[in-house]
């Protein structure tokens, strides 16, 4: 079955201290990097598969801050009907256009995870991947308990860079040119599995390094946060000055964590 519908919804939510418009796209920094997000290396299929273990066949899969669909996309190439939760309209256009030309069941929904225009006990399986950080975990939880089903699980998936040579020096690069703000990813992780009713089972790792030539690098960290829409022209030339110094081969190495439960009775 072919879904790629777009559905769209209004006002504004409270993302922990700020208040964002959901449709002022210039409050969305993903948008200024949708055209070079697809540099980024596909998850491992490891994950997507242990991912799609836990939604019963034909299932309905929520993705949460679904990006071009990275995660969404392999989900329902495995037979899966994926609704893709996006709040970044370029992001949300590339994810729903490719769904189409590969004709997968993927409805593209206009959203933020805050506010989900979904029926209540309407997915099997909820996936927030590399996405956690960005979320209120208190209003996001509420909108995940309403929407799982009663047997529903619910997956977070953690991603951190590598720790291999090549990917500790470009780190170091990475943390003296854009010092980031701290996460609150720990207290996320605690907090809205504990809401939704859900106890985590002992998390899993995957590992994944894929080389990478110079202008795909460049790509890949343009599509970061606090590093492409957060630097200037001259600011990011510097920085890249610095990461072509970098000696070997570069190769892109990430770790993702997975934790996931299902909900209890």
């Not at 929904?109 to 989900?116: C, F, M």
């Not at 780190?171 to 939704?196: D, K």
Request: aromatic content about 4%.
């Amino acid at each position: 079955m072919l879904t790629h519908r777009k559905i769209c919804t209004n006002g504004v939510v409270s993302l922990g201290r700020r208040k964002v418009g959901l449709h002022d796209p210039t409050r969305w920094v993903f948008n200024r990097m949708a055209e070079v997000y697809d540099a980024r290396p596909a998850y491992p299929l490891a994950l997507i598969d242990a991912l799609a273990a836990l939604a019963p066949d034909h299932g309905r899969v929520g993705d949460l801050g679904a990006g071009i669909g990275h995660v969404a996309l392999p989900l329902a190439e495995r037979g899966l009907d994926v609704i893709a939760v996006e709040p970044a309209h370029a992001m949300l256009d590339r994810l729903s256009r490719e769904a189409g030309r590969r004709r997968l069941s993927v409805t593209a929904v206009h959203a933020t995870a805050e506010a989900l225009p979904l029926d209540d006990a309407s997915l099997d399986l909820v996936v927030v991947a590399d996405a956690v950080h960005f979320l209120d975990a208190e209003l996001t939880a509420r909108e995940i308990a309403r929407v799982l089903t009663p047997k529903g699980a619910l997956a977070i998936v953690t991603c951190e860079l590598g720790k291999t040579p090549f990917m500790q020096s470009l780190v170091a690069i990475m943390e003296a040119s854009a010092p980031r703000r701290p996460r609150n990813v720990e207290q996320n992780l605690v907090q809205i599995p504990s809401m939704t009713g859900i106890r985590f089972a002992s998390a899993r790792v995957f590992h994944d390094e894929t080389p990478v030539d110079g202008d795909t690098l460049e790509r890949i960290l343009r599509s970061i946060s606090y590093i492409g829409p957060a630097m200037n022209p001259a600011r990011f030339a510097a920085f890249r000055a610095h990461v072509q110094d970098l000696p070997g081969p570069p190769a892109w190495a990430r770790t993702f964590t997975m934790r996931a439960g299902r909900r209890r009775k």
